[in-house]
């Protein structure tokens, strides 16, 4: 038997393997060619049904919710054909879905805002969207339900959209020109570490409603508890028990506008009254350029005058405006406030006496106030009250 040499027998396998090759290329061979990755589609509203065909009468063959992730299989006009996670598959109108640059974007909020101190708690008032960005017409995403709890990160001003249609009001020749009408909305973080815009008129701040009634008109900002009182005949009962440790508030007000250069313009601590088991004023300090966050710690006296000098005890901290930095407006782009430079102010409260903690050898700063007619008369007033009673 002949036998092959071994040069021409390798010559006859190349082009062996060589037409396997182009016929493979020629007829679509599947088998070398790389797998697509899978396109995502993500739902947006509260739930939808999946049907098996896009007609007036259909089937369906699954059910999706906020958030779900899905699979697209098909497009057809404003229609997608998906695969669910549980292997469901089906028609869903597209309006009802986020492509997957939405979701990337919602990522990236979540990551870059996850260490981002907590300045305020809030509530949900009705089901509210997560948006990518302040404002109506932005992307969104994510639905959050009513009364759930939410941690407010920053807050960010927006022009509200203009209704289609509708007519301007009358210009009044002799007024001033008046900018847009502003929006605010806050940057918050859920339980599930979701990340996104809302509109402020859907959160309601958490504050205790024995507190509410003492805002006198203004809006509670935030509400921080800085101390506890025992008062075993409180009266205040929880689940029929009278609750003995009362928690007391340092608060920050502010008006119901939106659009306000500052994040409140009033603070107040209550303290608890163990005689007349009630909420009082034990420090106010208002018409002030104030920022968020507010700090809470201890300290001891640092001038070693005070009784408890040795002890440790609540102190708050507060950022308001310096008199010689300009009001700030929002930023056109990201509709945040960014004051220039501010001055902390740093309290402690010793039992019912709040005394503002000074670096040695210094004095007060000069602070903006956003009334400067309101800061004249209280001036005045408070020259006055010094005449009638001066110190000795």
Known sequence: ????PSKQLNRSLARVLAAIALTCALSGCSRFRPVPADKYVYVTAKQSFLRDRVAAVSNRTGTVTNGEQLVVLERARRWVRVRTPQNEIGWIEERLTAPQDIANKFDALRKDHQKDPVVATATTSDEAYLHVAPGRLTDKLY???????????QRASVPKPVTPGAQP????????PAGPTLEDWWLVRDAKGQTGWVFSRLLEVSAPDSLLRYAEGQRIVGAYILAHVDDPASGILDNGNTITSIPEYITVLSPYKAGLPYDFNQVRLFTWNTKKHRYETGFSERNIVGYLPIT??????????????ALMLPTFTYHVLAADQPIPTPDPTTGLIKPGRTIAKTYRLEGNITRRLLPPNTQ???????DPVAEKKAGKKSAKAAAKHPRH
């Open 296 to 309: 809470l710690g201890a300290s001891k006296d640092p001038y070693g005058k005070s009784p408890d000098a």
């Open 1 to 4: 038997m002949q036998q092959i």
């Open 143 to 153: 639905l959050l339900t009513e009364a759930g709890t939410l941690s407010l990160l």
């Open 169 to 176: 009001p009358p210009i009044d020749p002799s007024a001033p």
């Open 364 to 370: 007060p700063e000069p602070e903006a106030h956003p």
